[in-house]
């Protein structure tokens, strides 16, 4: 699905294969076969480093908790200075 998208598998691997392959292709530009058995050996596309990354997701749930921490936050800090007022 993801390939269908237009998404790169896993860009960093393939940098850094792409470093492998041209420290080993020396003065041959038209040797192809390296190159070729690089990609071959992947097995096809890999999405494995998703799955490491630290997903941020705001969803509507967590941000209506986060407002209602907000606005409890919020009275505690009214009340406290009502109370101090009276104090004086």
Do not use: C, H
């Not at 530009?29 to 998703?50: H, M």
């Not at 799955?51 to 997701?57: H, Q, R």
Request: charged residues 30%; proline residues 2%; without cysteine.
């Amino acid at each position: 699905m993801l390939v269908t998208r237009g998404y790169a598998s896993d860009p960093i691997k393939s940098w850094k294969d792409s470093l492998k392959t041209e420290g080993t292709v020396e003065e041959s530009e038209d040797d192809t076969s390296s190159v070729a058995s690089s990609s071959e050996s992947t097995g096809g596309p890999d999405f494995n480093y998703l799955l490491g990354m630290a997903l941020w997701s705001l969803s509507k749930e967590k941000k209506d908790e986060l407002l209602k921490q907000r606005d409890e936050k919020v009275g505690i800090i009214i009340s406290a200075k009502t109370a101090l007022v009276d104090q004086k």
